[in-house]
């Protein structure tokens, strides 16, 4: 996957004045959509991720913004790591976006983080999501009065 680089936005603000999101900074979190999508939100502040991207030893203009999404169903079971799954560049104003194309009732993990020079490094880690199985929202939907 082609990952092209995103500036990093520098702003004169504090990092407690920048931010419009309301759970806070360096937090990244999930919510199930439909049983084959979830959403993630994130927010890290500028300051952070000019850092992280001297640590890389790379100007702010050749590093890219992005997710890492990991299946992790089996994770308890086999105690192996989770694989990934696939890698989405995000725009540096970008604070949130739909993960779909899942399987039903798997289990899944996301990395926001930084690309550079064909490496990812990440920076903040969801907790694990767990997909409802597509029988289980048809119920809860019934139960609940939804017709959708």
Same mark, same amino acid.
């Given at each position: 996957?082609?990952?092209?680089?995103?500036?990093?936005?520098?702003?004169?603000?504090s990092?407690? /004045?920048?931010?419009?999101?309301p759970?806070?900074?360096?937090?990244? @979190?999930?919510?199930?959509? =439909?049983?084959?999508?979830?959403?993630?939100?994130?927010?890290? *502040?500028?300051?952070? @991720?000019?850092?992280?991207?001297?640590?890389? /030893?790379?100007?702010? /203009?050749?590093?890219a /913004?992005?997710? =890492?999404?990991?299946?992790?169903?089996?994770?308890r079971?086999?105690?192996k790591?989770?694989?990934?799954?696939?890698?989405?560049?995000?725009?540096?104003?970008? =604070?949130?976006?739909?993960?779909?194309?899942?399987?039903?009732?798997?289990?899944? @993990?996301?990395?926001?983080?930084?690309?550079?020079?064909?490496?990812?490094?990440?920076? @903040? =880690?969801?907790?694990?999501?767990?997909m409802?199985?597509?029988? %289980?929202?048809f119920? %809860?939907?019934?139960?609940? *009065?939804?017709?959708r």
């Open positions: 996957m082609l990952i092209q680089p995103v500036p990093i936005h520098s702003q004169s603000k990092d407690s /004045q920048e931010s419009p999101c759970f806070g900074h360096n937090r990244i @979190l999930t919510a199930v959509k =439909r049983p084959d999508a979830f959403c993630v939100k994130w927010e890290i *502040g500028a300051a952070r @991720l000019r850092m992280i991207a001297s640590y890389l /030893q790379a100007d702010e /203009q050749e590093v /913004q992005g997710l =890492r999404v990991y299946d992790a169903t089996n994770l079971i086999n105690g790591p989770p694989h990934p799954i696939r890698e989405i560049c995000v725009q540096a104003d970008t =604070r949130e976006t739909v993960v779909d194309r899942l399987r039903p009732g798997g289990t899944y @993990l996301v990395d926001f983080g930084l690309f550079h020079d064909k490496r990812f490094c990440p920076v @903040l =880690r969801s907790e694990p999501v767990t409802p199985a597509r029988n %289980q929202m119920w %809860q939907r019934l139960h609940a *009065g939804g017709s």
